[in-house]
Each structure stands twice: as structure tokens, then as C-alpha cells.
């Protein structure tokens, strides 16, 4: 066999090989189809469908930075220790949040089924006095140096709180919310400052049902395990509200009451809020309850006038306020409110969105202490002096 013979011999096996290879070639596998996130505007801007289920889900919260200035240990200022001398300063109260919301939303057989979480993480100091006392103890040894004790205001992580967790389907509500008696009924206007004379405590767990009649008429029937050592159920009765509401294009009318089983008290509040003009909204809302038990001191938890749900001061209250649009940026917001023991709380404030989503607030409040020198607690916001001056500057990052 020559040369070329071979040569020509290894050409064909080569090709007939390589023919054969090319029969069981390997075939790549087609890629799985992408699964994009699917925007769900069927409940509002930001929901998108959760990938592979028909939940929407929102996700949101909020970035606040805080800044107090005013009379110590009553709303807006704070005290620390000078690092000098150790004597007790006014300083700014400042407090940096962040929050963490989320939303979803899915359609049943049973009504819509939701849910709604918020989470804040604090960081700053706490809104109250600095104080540095001196001993001079005498030991076995005979008398010991002076010893200062300094109690003072550091700026720090203040911890997590859990404001919302509850599920929703239909009209019933279930989990951690704020009570009835005051998201039903509204809060006491759009200041910072709305509880200079209390309209009612908020945090609880809850087992609540929501009524829609249709007509603008509505309902809630709220079981609660209230909050705090005098809020707090003390047996298997829980406190109980309820609430009824009418609402048209001028406005609406709220009615709520609410039972302390604790301390078997009875508390109300009705409210009427008015579309005064296009940009002027009104409300006023009047507060009543009983407190023959909530004054006994013979309890072995005393109350001091100051049940879960009627806080104010004595048997009655009234708050009253309303927000004015000056333009499409800014808006000014007023509430005054009033109570038997003599407590009154003015809290003004001008909002301004520099950008969507981004707003400043400028506010001051006053505070005059009806019963500042009775033991009965009446001096609800710890004002060092019977009228107090305080001012707070916001800063809201909203998404």
C-alpha cells in the first residue's frame, strides 16, 4: 500500500465519523420562559402580582427626621448632662425613623383578603430630663468622698415597634391595629402634636368586624385586648367598641363607644366633619365618660382618672381644627382642644411638598396644665411649667 492509498484511505474514515457524530449531535435545551413581575392596579398605584399567585402586593414606608426644641419634659425639648460641669442643659429632642410597610390584596369567594404590616426603627434621644444627684455616704471607715450619679439623655437605638399586623377578609379584621375608637372615628386633625389632651390610647390586638349598609352608612364592632398596665384586659372579657358613621359629599357624622371591662367604665365620642370649601375642611369632635372607678384609689392598680379609652381629663372633652390648602404644595393645619380638668392644647403647623414625596413640616404647640400641682395626673404631657412652649421641625421621605 503506497503513500496516497493511506492517505486517501484515512480522508474517508475521517468523513464517515464525523457523519456519523453529526446524526447524534447534542441538542442545547430551549431556556425557561422569563416570569416578569406583573403590575396589579386593580387596588391602587405600586401593587404588583407576587410571581406564580394571584396576591398583589404593595411594599412602602416612610425615612422622618425630627427636630424639638421648647420647654423641657413637656412635648418638644430635652435635657442632657453638660460634660463639664455635670448641671443639666436644655437640648434639641431629635428623633430619625424608618418605616416599613406592606400591603396585599386577593380576591376570594369570601370577600377580599388582606393584609397590612408596619414596622418603625427609632434612633435618638428620649423626651425627658437629665439629672445629676450628689450623696455623701458615710461607711465603716468613717466618711467616704461625695459621689455624683449622673441619670442622662443619650441619643440611642429606642428599638422596634410593631404598629400594624392584621389580616382582613371580608369585613373582618383580626391582629394588631389601633383601636377602633380612634381609627373609626378619625384622628384629632393633621398636627404632630394631637394628643395634647387625649382623645384615647391606640395600640391593641383586635378582633373587629366592619359593616358597609350602602348609602354612605357604615359600622364597626371591635373586640380589643388594649395595651400598658392599666389597658391591659385583666380576665377573659375583653374591652368592646363600637361605631357608626354617615358619610356624604358635605362631609360625615361618626358616632363610637367603647367599655373598659378593667375598670367597667363607659367612654364616647361623636364627631362632625365638614367640607367647608374646596380647599377648607372642619371637624369637631366632643368627648364623654364615666370615671367613678377609674379615680378610686382603692384599686390595686389605680387609673388616675385615665382609663384605655377616656384619657382626657375629668368626664368631658371637645377637640376642634381643620386643614386649609393654600396651594397645591403647602397647607396650614390648626387643632384646639379642651377638657373638664382645664387642660388646653393648641398645636399649629404649615406642611410644604418641596418634592412628591418629600415634605417639611413646621409646627409649634402650646400647652396650658389645668391641675399642674394635683397628684391626679392631669398634667397628661409632663410640661415642667403650668404653660409650655414647644416646636417641632419634620422631615418625611414618603414612598
Known amino acids: 500500500m503506497n503513500i496516497k492509498s493511506l492517505l486517501l484511505g484515512s480522508a474517508a474514515a475521517l468523513i464517515a465519523v464525523s457523519g456519523a457524530r453529526a446524526a447524534d449531535?447534542?441538542?442545547?435545551?430551549?431556556?425557561?420562559?422569563?416570569?416578569?413581575?406583573?403590575?396589579?392596579?386593580?387596588?391602587?398605584?405600586?401593587?404588583?402580582?407576587?410571581?406564580?399567585t394571584e396576591t398583589c402586593l404593595r411594599i412602602g414606608g416612610y425615612v422622618r427626621y425630627d427636630i424639638g426644641v421648647g420647654d423641657v419634659g413637656s412635648f418638644d425639648g430635652a435635657e442632657n448632662i453638660d460634660h463639664e460641669d455635670g448641671d443639666a442643659n436644655d437640648t434639641y429632642r431629635k428623633n430619625a425613623r424608618a418605616t416599613f410597610k406592606t400591603w396585599t390584596n386577593q380576591e376570594t369567594e369570601l370577600g377580599t383578603l388582606k393584609t397590612y404590616t408596619e414596622t418603625r426603627f427609632n434612633f435618638g434621644n428620649e423626651n425627658r430630663y437629665a439629672t445629676s444627684t450628689t450623696t455623701d455616704p458615710d461607711g465603716p471607715a468613717g466618711p467616704l468622698p461625695p459621689v455624683?450619679?449622673?441619670?442622662?439623655?443619650?441619643?440611642?437605638?429606642?428599638?422596634?415597634?410593631?404598629?400594624?399586623?392584621?389580616?382582613?377578609?371580608?369585613?373582618?379584621?383580626?391582629?394588631?391595629?389601633?383601636?377602633?375608637?380612634?381609627?373609626f372615628i378619625g384622628y384629632a386633625g393633621n398636627v404632630i402634636q394631637d394628643t395634647l389632651v387625649p382623645y384615647g390610647d391606640f395600640d391593641t390586638n383586635v378582633v373587629q368586624y366592619y359593616f358597609d349598609f350602602g348609602n354612605g352608612f357604615s359600622a364597626v364592632a371591635s373586640l380589643e385586648e388594649g395595651a400598658g398596665t392599666v389597658g391591659?384586659?385583666?380576665?377573659?372579657?375583653?374591652?368592646?367598641?363600637?361605631?357608626?358613621?354617615?358619610?356624604?359629599?358635605?362631609?360625615?357624622?361618626?358616632?363610637?363607644?367603647?367599655?373598659?371591662?378593667?375598670?367597667?367604665?363607659?367612654?364616647?365620642?361623636?364627631?362632625?366633619?365638614?367640607?367647608?370649601?374646596?380647599?377648607?375642611?372642619?371637624?369637631?369632635?366632643?368627648?364623654?365618660?364615666?370615671?367613678?372607678?377609674?379615680?378610686?384609689?382603692?384599686?390595686?392598680?389605680?387609673?388616675?382618672?385615665?382609663?384605655?379609652?377616656?384619657?382626657?381629663?375629668?368626664?368631658?372633652?371637645?377637640?376642634?381644627?381643620?386643614?386649609?390648602?393654600?396651594?397645591e404644595k403647602t397647607a396650614f393645619n390648626l387643632q384646639a382642644s379642651y377638657d373638664e380638668w382645664e387642660n388646653l392644647g393648641i398645636a399649629a403647623n404649615v406642611t410644604y411638598d418641596i418634592v412628591p414625596g418629600l415634605t417639611i413640616t413646621a409646627e409649634v404647640d402650646y400647652v396650658h396644665a389645668g391641675q399642674f400641682n394635683d397628684a391626679d395626673f392631669s398634667n397628661w404631657t409632663n410640661a415642667d411649667d403650668e404653660d409650655s412652649i414647644g416646636g417641632m421641625l419634620r422631615f418625611q421621605r414618603s414612598f
Open 25 to 52: 449531535a447534542v441538542v442545547v435545551a430551549e431556556p425557561e420562559p422569563a416570569e416578569y413581575v406583573k403590575i396589579c392596579d386593580v387596588y391602587g398605584a405600586g401593587y404588583f402580582y407576587i410571581p406564580g
Open 148 to 183: 455624683t450619679t449622673y441619670f442622662d439623655n443619650p441619643a440611642h437605638n429606642r428599638g422596634v415597634s410593631l404598629n400594624f399586623a392584621w389580616i382582613q377578609l371580608g369585613g373582618l379584621r383580626v391582629g394588631k391595629d389601633e383601636s377602633a375608637f380612634n381609627t
Open 232 to 327: 391591659t384586659i385583666d380576665s377573659y372579657v375583653p374591652h368592646v367598641v363600637g361605631g357608626l358613621k354617615w358619610t356624604q359629599g358635605w362631609g360625615a357624622v361618626t358616632g363610637v363607644v367603647a367599655y373598659d371591662s378593667n375598670y367597667e367604665e363607659v367612654a364616647g365620642k361623636v364627631r362632625l366633619d365638614v367640607n367647608a370649601m374646596q380647599n377648607l375642611t372642619l371637624f369637631i369632635m366632643a368627648g364623654y365618660g364615666t370615671d367613678d372607678n377609674l379615680t378610686d384609689d382603692s384599686y390595686a392598680i389605680p387609673a388616675n382618672g385615665r382609663g384605655f379609652y377616656k384619657q382626657w381629663g375629668g368626664n368631658w372633652a371637645v377637640w376642634g381644627g381643620g386643614t386649609y390648602t393654600i396651594n
